[in-house]
């Protein structure tokens, strides 16, 4: 079975940081792009970042720029998300997710979901 599970969540103070892991089972990826998600209690899911197959390619949302770096590691199976200088509103359970080949910006065409892990940062 296809799986993809996040860990490395939990609480941080604000200006703190976390490294966020994406482990695939079931599957090899190196011929997938990997994006990471957040939802925060009463908001829309959001694009976070997403990094092509080969690692070549990564894009990032605004509000995360400067901050947050993604990679990845195919011979460990895994994508990560680093996160510094963690903000308050940065606030959200984090998923990772693969639309196939290439990144997209459109949510429904990621076809395979991991569980969620909960970051909360907090004084």
């Known amino acids: 079975q296809l799986q993809l599970v996040e860990s490395g969540g939990g609480l941080v103070q604000p200006g703190g940081s976390l490294r966020l892991s994406c482990a695939a089972s079931g599957f090899t990826l190196d011929y997938y792009a990997i994006g990471w998600f957040r939802q925060a209690p009463g908001k829309e899911r959001e694009g976070v970042s997403c990094i092509s197959s080969g690692g070549g390619y990564t894009n990032y949302a605004d509000s995360v720029k400067g901050r947050f770096t993604i990679s990845r590691d195919n011979a460990k199976n895994t994508v990560y998300l680093q996160m510094n200088s963690l903000k308050p509103e940065d606030t959200a359970i984090y998923y990772c997710?693969?639309?196939?080949?290439?990144?997209?910006?459109?949510?429904?065409?990621?076809?395979?979901w991991g569980q969620g892990t909960q970051v909360t940062v907090s004084s």
């Open positions: 997710a693969t639309p196939g080949v290439s990144c997209s910006g459109y949510i429904p065409s990621y076809n395979y």
